[in-house]
């Protein structure tokens, strides 16, 4: 995995820094708008560990966080919050199995045949969500209440305060780098950037690829329906778009943007996207004309992304 | 006399109507240089592709230590302990020669599903590495694959087949388009492997085949025309009537 180098780790450590501190002096409007943004940046980073690193462009995995958000929904009662440290296990084996099913079908292709069938699983997931009257049907329905993270009486947090709701995503996104971080240095993570590289190669050295592949897809699925669950218990809601091409399209944009194979890359990504999203849409209501011209420079411009980016600018 | 290695009976393999691999057999003894040679097309790659499991046998059997091998998958028989190298350069392109050969002896741990400990701390594959790098006398092992020369290409190929610790070694063309010296150093490296593995060389270089091996098989459109020793091979007048109406051997 390619470490960056120590002038950006330096900026890296900087900008988290300014994240732990921003509730001191940011507005607390901007809160949410960042926990959003933190949320998505684990979306993207799981992402990345299929595309940027395993090489598997997936352009379904919104299947996984669609399935992290409606477990949510199904298991917070009306009358009043689920627990968070029942639920989330629960919705996060949700999304692995999720993952193990679909990856045992999915993995069996490749290249542009992959990115079809990821996304056509994901489209089944959505017009499935469209169709069933119990997960709220087009409209998606509300969950009432945040997941209350009672333990033995004992309350950390509550994720009804915006700013708690914001150190949680804060926590969620630096502990999804650091999972990822050591995953990718194992001799999993060796195989896995490797299946990237020449996957035949593996195999013929006595590696059997597919069973890896299939552990990478389920850890990304597991941690898109982390991500899922809490943009659900965030917004109080879900809804088909859950598991939209759009939402797919626009985490795979933040990746790419962001530089793929790294894992600050889809963190950068994210804020970039979504921050420049925020500001377009607010200044002008023709504000996808200029997002599309962006992406379409970025791409060009920006073959590594931000994260590439950086490393030039300090060569 | 020993046991053979591998014994490969009537091994067949067609492609439509095409048979690229007609009825082939032959064997292989631990310690011996057993090469193929042919013309090109003759089928000499399919057969190692057969071999190591890339491609199904339409029919026939690959013994080996007793164990019947057509119709494994690449990993199953890479795992028995033999290991094959490519005609065409085929390496990790974007990482370094040294985490090439890591990458070869870490697929011989029993798993790699380890999740937390960093890969650098086993120390095992690493060594298994560095042995198989100095036994091709590749320098530069800190070097990113896709900047070596060709020639280090080929050395690095050899290392990564050896890197995982195997007692058959299927050799595809390991001379192909190196330099003299180069050529020269490999040549006595295969020698000093066969101390140790069975090796199976298909190499277009005669004078090297006729110098190393002990026993030679010729292909000609999939079918083995000779088999026997190099003096037996070389005095053959089907031999020299397959290649070029009767020309001195090259393949």
Redesign the interface.
């Given at each position: 995995m390619p470490v960056p180098s120590r002038s950006v780790r330096l900026l890296l450590l900087a900008g988290f820094a300014t994240l732990l501190l921003f509730p001191l002096f940011g507005e607390r409007f901007y809160l949410q708008l960042l926990a959003h943004i933190m949320l998505m940046a684990v979306f993207a980073m799981s992402l990345d560990l299929l595309v940027g690193f395993a090489g598997l462009v997936s352009l379904g995995h919104t299947a996984f966080f669609g399935v992290g958000g409606y477990a949510l929904m199904l298991l917070t009662s009306s009358a009043g919050p689920a627990n968070l440290w029942l639920t989330l296990p629960v919705a996060l084996a949700a999304a692995a199995v999720a993952a193990v099913i679909i990856g045992l079908l999915v993995l069996r292709s490749s290249g542009v045949y992959f990115i079809m069938v990821t996304l056509a699983f994901t489209q089944m997931l959505y017009y499935f969500a469209i169709g069933q009257k119990w997960l709220g049907g087009s409209d998606g329905a509300y969950i009432n209440f945040k997941p209350r993270a009672a333990l033995f009486g004992f309350v950390p947090f509550d994720l009804q305060k915006p700013l708690h709701f914001y150190w949680v995503a804060l926590a969620l996104m630096a502990g999804t780098y650091l999972l990822l971080f050591?995953?990718l240095?194992?001799?999993?993570?060796?195989?896995v950037?490797?299946i990237r590289?020449?996957e035949?190669?593996?195999?013929?050295?006595?590696?059997?690829?597919f069973r890896?592949k299939l552990?990478c897809f389920v850890i990304a699925g597991a941690l898109a329906g982390l991500a899922g669950y809490f943009a659900s218990a965030q917004y109080g809601v879900v809804n088909p778009d859950f598991f939209g091409w759009r939402l797919a399209g626009e985490v795979l944009m933040i990746v790419i943007l962001g530089g793929m194979g790294t894992l600050h890359g889809p963190i950068l990504g994210a804020f970039a996207l979504v921050l420049l999203e925020d500001s377009l849409s607010v200044a002008s209501k023709h504000w996808l004309l200029p997002m599309g011209l962006f992406i379409i420079a970025a791409v060009l411009l920006l073959p590594k992304g931000i994260a590439g980016l950086l490393e030039r600018a300090r060569a | 006399m020993p046991e053979p290695t591998l014994v490969v009976e009537r091994l067949s393999r067609w492609f439509g109507g095409l048979a690229a691999v007609a009825e082939v057999s032959l064997d292989l003894y631990p310690g011996e240089i057993h090469a193929v040679i042919g013309p090109n097309g003759a089928g000499k790659t399919t057969l190692v592709n057969l071999l190591?499991g890339?491609l199904r046998p339409s029919g026939g059997s690959i013994r080996y230590e007793g164990r019947e091998l057509a119709g494994l998958?690449?990993?199953?028989i890479?795992?028995l302990g033999i290991?094959?190298s490519?005609q065409r350069t085929?390496?990790?392109?974007?990482?370094t020669a040294f985490?090439n050969c890591?990458?070869?002896a870490?697929?011989?741990?029993a798993s790699?599903?380890?999740?937390?400990?960093?890969?650098?701390a086993?120390r095992a594959p690493a060594e298994a590495a560095e042995r198989a790098l100095e036994a091709v006398g590749l320098d530069g092992a800190s070097r990113i694959a896709d900047t070596l020369s060709h020639g280090e290409q080929r050395q690095l190929e050899i290392a990564?087949t050896l890197a995982?610790g195997p007692k058959v070694l299927f050799l595809d063309e390991p001379l192909a388009g190196m330099a003299a010296e180069e050529s020269a150093r490999m040549v006595s490296l295969i020698v000093r492997l066969a101390q140790h593995h069975a090796v199976l060389l298909i190499e277009h270089d005669m004078e090297a085949v006729f110098s190393i091996a002990h026993r030679l098989t010729v292909m000609v459109n999939g079918r083995v025309i000779a088999s026997g020793a190099p003096e037996a091979i070389r005095a053959s007048t089907e031999v020299q009537e397959a290649y070029l109406g009767g020309a001195e051997p090259h393949a």
């Open positions: 050591v995953i240095r194992s001799l999993f993570g060796r195989v950037c490797a590289s020449n035949g190669r593996l195999a013929s050295l006595g590696i059997p690829t890896y552990v | 190591s890339e998958p690449p990993h199953r890479a795992r290991a094959r490519y085929n390496v990790f392109r974007d990482v985490e890591r990458l070869a870490q697929a011989r741990l790699s599903m380890r999740f937390f400990r960093p890969a650098h086993y990564m995982t």
